[in-house]
């Protein structure tokens, strides 16, 4: 167990829709990032918050954002679905962003778009 | 554009054998080169790490090989166990740690008994 809990683990909704993935960091860590698996794409690097602000971006489309919460937290938010956004998104956290500190993900939340 | 190729997709072994898995980058701002592991129904874990003024780094069973002008690098598994069958992933950043990771596609690694 990474200590990096996601809700939910699965997720089937319909195109057109719009869905939100939860993330509790492991305690302590201050920075967490969202990546996406897909079988074409891989592991994709979405975006980072550190400590409540927006740390890096990476291949995230304008349909989805995200935000940290004072609490830590941090949401994905995926509007007007499409089949093609199917995939694994993972969370991981690290206690920082700096040289040398490992990321740990959590298990992932599936999202089936039908 | 595929920023690090890893090969092959997929490596069937017997138990005690020696997978490799290789990868190549063409960003020669990489700095740090971790590998990371993942079973079935799990997040991918991190294996080992390593940054460019090493040549080579072990961790029990698992060694990291760098060669840095030929921009390649590639993970052995020493006497591979059943426990060891999962996806291997290699990584590149930027960074020098973990911000804005960029991974290989996978190599689904099976050792049979």
């Known amino acids: 167990d990474s200590g990096v809990t996601q809700t939910p683990k699965h997720l089937i909704t319909a195109t057109g829709q719009r869905v939100t993935l939860r993330c509790s960091p492991r305690s302590g860590d201050l920075s967490v990032y969202w990546y996406q698996q897909s079988l074409d794409q891989g592991l994709q690097f979405l975006i980072q918050y550190y400590n409540g602000e927006e740390r890096a971006k990476g291949n995230i489309l304008e349909r989805f954002s995200a935000q940290q919460f004072p609490d830590l937290h941090s949401e994905l938010n995926l509007s007007s679905l499409e089949l093609g956004d199917s995939a694994l998104y993972f969370c991981?956290?690290?206690?920082?962003?700096?040289?040398?500190?490992?990321?740990?993900f959590g298990e992932g939340s599936w999202l089936t778009v039908v | 554009q595929q920023q690090v190729k890893q090969s092959p997709q997929s490596l069937i072994v017997q138990k005690g054998g020696i997978p490799i898995i290789n990868c190549a980058y063409e960003?020669?701002?990489?700095?740090?080169f971790p590998w990371y592991q993942q079973f079935p129904g799990k997040g991918p874990a991190l294996l080992i790490a390593i940054r460019p003024d090493v040549s080579e780094k072990k961790e029990g069973r698992f060694t990291i090989s760098f060669n840095k002008s030929a921009k390649q690098f590639s993970l052995h598994i020493m006497d591979s166990q059943p426990g060891d069958s999962a996806t291997y992933f290699c990584?590149?950043?930027?960074?020098?740690?973990?911000?804005?990771?960029?991974f290989g596609k996978g190599t689904k690694l099976t050792v049979n008994p």
């Open positions: 960003n020669t701002a990489f700095d740090y």
């Open positions: 990584a590149a950043s930027t960074q020098g740690g973990s911000e804005k990771l960029v």
């Open positions: 991981a956290s690290s206690v920082d962003p700096g040289q040398g500190n490992t990321i740990y």
